[in-house]
Nanobody
Framework: DVQLQASGGGLVQAGGSLRLSCAAS????????IGWFRQAPGKEREGVSC????????YYADPVKGRFTISSDNTNNTVYLQMNNLKPEDTAVYYC???????????????WGKGTQVTVSS
């Protein structure tokens, strides 16, 4: 079975860092794109970043450019999202998902993991 498990969220002060992990099973992360999305209370879900080792592509949404770094570890079959210089507006539930391509369009992601809460205090 294809499964994605996001973890690593927590409570952090503004300016702090967190590393989210997306552990995959039932497939190899190198063969697909993995995307990170987030949804804040009362807001629509938005794409944050994606990576495709197969296509050698990486994408970052403008609000996180220069602060977040996505990486893929095929040894552990896990994709990471290193989040630095966190801001209160980064507070959201973060989800990872699988798609054929590294494009931030929800509809092409056909497997989703349960989210992990990130809360940034000011």
């Amino acid at each position: 079975d294809v499964q994605l498990q996001a973890s690593g969220g927590g409570l952090v002060q503004a300016g702090g860092s967190l590393r989210l992990s997306c552990a995959a099973s039932g497939f190899t992360v190198d063969d697909y794109a993995i995307g990170w999305f987030r949804q804040a209370p009362g807001k629509e879900r938005e794409g944050v970043s994606c990576i495709s080792s197969r296509d050698e592509s990486i994408y970052y949404a403008d609000p996180v450019k220069g602060r977040f770094t996505i990486s893929s570890d095929n040894t552990n079959n896990t994709v990471y999202l290193q989040m630095n210089n966190l801001k209160p507006e980064d507070t959201a539930v973060y989800y990872c998902a699988r798609s054929p391509y590294c494009i931030m369009v929800d509809a092409i992601y056909n497997y989703w993991g349960k989210g992990t809460q990130v809360t940034v205090s000011s």
